[in-house]
Every structure is written in structure tokens, then in C-alpha cells.
């Protein structure tokens, strides 16, 4: 006859389900409509997704003038 498995495996199993069952509700929610202007950083954008079109416009420009290090 195969062992049951123990309380605290089981306890941790639906831990992991219910951590990742929060993850994927939040991602399936929450889109860019749901965030504020101005609160999201360069460090909440992904590489490569952002095009010319989602800049405002200039904003390449304005970055190209910047002064480089010398």
C-alpha cells in the first residue's frame, strides 16, 4: 500500500499553488490602464519592448543631445 503523504507536504503543495495562483491572477488583471503616469522606472521596463511609437514624442532626440562621457 503506496504512504500518504505527510501534513506538512501538503500544507506546502497548496502553498505553492496559492503563491502561484496570486501571481498569475495579478498578471491576468492588472494592465496599463491600471498604472499611475509617472510611477513606473527604467527598471520596470523590459529590454527590447519599448518602441519609438510608445515614446512621447522627441524623446529620442532629447536622449541623443545628452552630452556622452569623455
Known sequence: ???LPSPSTLLAAAAVFLALGGTTYAAATIGGK?????SLTGADVRDGSLTARDLVPGALQQRA??????
Not at 543631445?65 to 569623455?70: F, R
Request: proline share 21%; no cysteine; hydrophobic share 30%.
Open 65 to 70: 543631445a545628452l552630452p556622452g562621457p569623455q
Open 34 to 38: 491600471d498604472v499611475r503616469n509617472g
Open 1 to 3: 500500500m503506496p504512504r
